[in-house]
């Protein structure tokens, strides 16, 4: 293990973080809308934990100023594990450095911090903040700097993927699409050219929905933060009611920006690599993709069956904002009442795409929907986006190489001796690796899926569920949706940490137990597990 | 495909299930205890399922009369495969034609029929009857074929395990010992030799388990039909509250009777071969033996949590037969007052053991204890007894299997040079085809569970919960324990399905579901996909 040129890497990352918090500085001043009363603590909590990071980074660099430049494979995971532990660290500074409350009277811990801080990272979305309305509660400048961290953890996972996880067989075969680029240099030289693209792809999608959310009459603030939630798959709002708040403010289309944010959910859910190709005029690429076709009719199935069980049930007569009111006054508005059949289509889009590209807004309780469509969702989360985007869970491609892989062993089981191939899109793919790699990675979910049920159970104490209104009886079950939610990046799950619930009321041991989930899901488990074998560390 | 041999063993075993009612009926008779005027349509329909039998028996063997006797792998997973779905519904038939009621006024269906058969041959003891004890509902002849159903279930599993598990290179890790047989004849002979032996102990621990239970006050019916629920670890009872019965009898000793039976079930799950080892004075075969050694640790272990937790959540105050009861009345007897720990050990050992082996019987309403509680029991469900063993679930061995592949396979992660062969009680096993099979198991069991809940949670009306006094927000978590408790051969699960709950109100398409669920998971998967497989009988 090269160590000094870890230590110089992770101090870069250091520093990045440390200047990326400029971006959030400005929100706090008059002249971009904040109230200095309030902004002052976050506008100093962010000064000082700028200054730690760089010091942080100095200090790493100069430990590593002897430091080679050779990036093993071996080199290239502890980078990444690290800088993402390193990370959680950091951006949690400004929350614990402003003095940030989780609730009225309740100041964040260095728990809730480092806990928001991954949520962030990761692009999760799942937060422990109950009121992000209150400026004298959360900052500003707070606030932003919050959705920031799901524009560099996107962008994090962007780049990653070339570096990390395009090597190998089974990295080629998620990877798929073969970069065009400069074909006669050297692979550094081609990896460094797609991560440029993928980088212009991402930056260039959050540009033009931060212009799209603006035109439609959102604040710049709230244009920009949504873009950053929605681009990387996080799930951050700006309001407690999430994406749903806009359809309550006079003046704005509710379900036109609803659509805009569905939209762009979609196409971060894609592959970036396929997004590319549709700009150089090949959209075949796109169209011929066999993940991408799977992704998009997974959306459109799942959509009609929930509108089709969502009408049978009744779960659309009342929707969005209108479900907490308990019955309709007489003589109300009647522009108010909106279809059950608009709503089921309005509000099933946006929940299937939202959970299931594990971005995590919501605009509707999905919670009270009826068994089947709380099921559905819940599977759904495990599906993911495409390998290649921003989408966290077990990505597409994955669930349909493990479908073929089963398919393949039962019909080998009375054929032993004949192997056949596995093949994608028609064509053959060199296999025995991957299907192994598959299998295993799904093997790696169930295990750490069951050990971080049953240890959020034991965890967890009961008074969690009852001092909040929730049934204990309801403890498996929620606690089930906790790890799904937090392990495949999404957010909110059911129960007690559904669509207008959060993560606030949870121990600390829970909270600390969910912010690994995430980082383990983030990073798709190897780069995080190594650093806990010992051989991994070992000189050979 | 050799058709018309499979035609000729197919008639064998509809022979031999004919055969087998045989021993039901005499306990129609008076002069064994039954009430002619109850047990008469009994007796008829067992006589009329006797014919059947024979007359299919005869027919098939009539088509196969001209069939070799070669048998190769692909007709003997044919010829297990199908002569459990026939099995299935030769084995129904007594219920059917002697029209026993499920519930009072409710005659069972060919669905329930076929439901209570397979439940009864794959050792499940899921149950569709409300009431055992009235012989006008159910008449004890019938009883007494829904017992031998175990039984036979059991020495089906038995000698299946010799004749088609313990093949090939996986076939023989999980069998590890190499049976000690007259060396120097074929492999067949040793496998007539295995079997004998095997069936030889099966026998030997029923007749064994019926004398102890006659000791200790049973009638020779209920020793007999408790003695074939404990040894083929299937769990179906003649009384409604199962074992907890004996507990409520004058001048019986309940903890002795439970005892006995724990000590049989802990028997049950053991891999018969080492059961045979410690007859011929070998014991150290079993005491060295992994997959003994953590089924052992695991029963202990989780029995001293379930004790621990169960003590704090007072869980273990009243138990068993007393949990029914409301308040204990004031001057109540107070020899009748057990002490929590005492009641905490006898239960939760009898619980874990019984769920652990994947029997099933039950002497307390574990679905009223903690959330940790009823959490891990759901756990041990999906582990099961040891391979070669009656007891179902994934089986400990493939537990093992599965931690130290997925440990190898993270600790490859960083060098995927170094291949580290796979180490079971020491010495490496031949592995590469070991461990991708053992991923696949777990890979097609995690498939076969999330496709069966998402079924039973869209198959099963809302009203099966309303209708009978269970919330429908339940409904996610029971429906996963009905496919837990079906899939892994136990009966009873959570909720709507707990431990003093049946079958019995489901709909006719969920029942059907949990019926093939039930021999899907008996049959280890593969001999019943492939008869779904087009080009398994394809002839080649």
Known sequence: MNKPLLCKLLGLVAMLIGG????????????????????????????????????????????GRNGSSQLFRKEAMAVVGLSWVLATVLGGLPYRLSGTYRAAGVRMNSVDAMFESQSGFSTTGATVLNELEDPALVPRCILFWRSSTHFLGGLGIIVLFVVILGQGSAGKALMRAEMPGPSHH????????????????????????????LVEGLSLF????????????????????SVAHFATVPGLNGPLIEMTIVAFMFLAGTNFMLLYLVLILKPRGLLDDIEWRTYTAVIVVVTAMIVAFGLYHHDFDQCGADRDVIAVADGADQTDYSPPVGNAVRYGLFQVVSLMTTTGYCTDDFNQYNSFARGVLLLLMFVGGCAGSTGGGLKVIRHILFCKTLWLEVEQAFHPSVVRPLRLGGKPVEDQE???????????????????WMLTITLEPNSTWTDHGHAVEHKLLDAATCVTATLNNIGPGLGIVGATKNYSNFSPASKILFTWLMMIGRLEIFVILVLFVPGFWRNQ
Chains 1, 2 share one sequence.
Not at 191 to 205: D, E, P, R, S
Not at 226 to 241: E, I, K, L, R, V
Not at 437 to 452: C, D, K, Q, R
């Open 186 to 213: 050297s692979p550094q030289a081609r990896m460094q050219h797609t991560a440029w693209v993928l980088f212009l792809i991402y930056v260039g999608l959050n540009a033009t929905l931060t212009g799209l959310l």
């Open 20 to 63: 990326s918090m400029a971006f959030s500085l400005p929100w706090a001043l008059p002249v971009f809308g904040g109230d200095w009363q309030h902004e002052q603590e976050g506008f100093i909590g962010l000064i000082g934990s700028m200054i730690i990071c760089f010091a942080v980074g100095t200090g790493l660099r100069y430990l």
């Open 434 to 452: 991957l299907r192994k790699n598959v299998l295993v990675y799904f093997g790696l979910i169930l295990a750490i899926f069951t050990i971080s």
């Open 222 to 241: 709230d244009a920009l933060c949504h873009a950053f939630g929605t681009m990387a798959t996080g799930g951050f709002s700006t309001y407690n009611a």
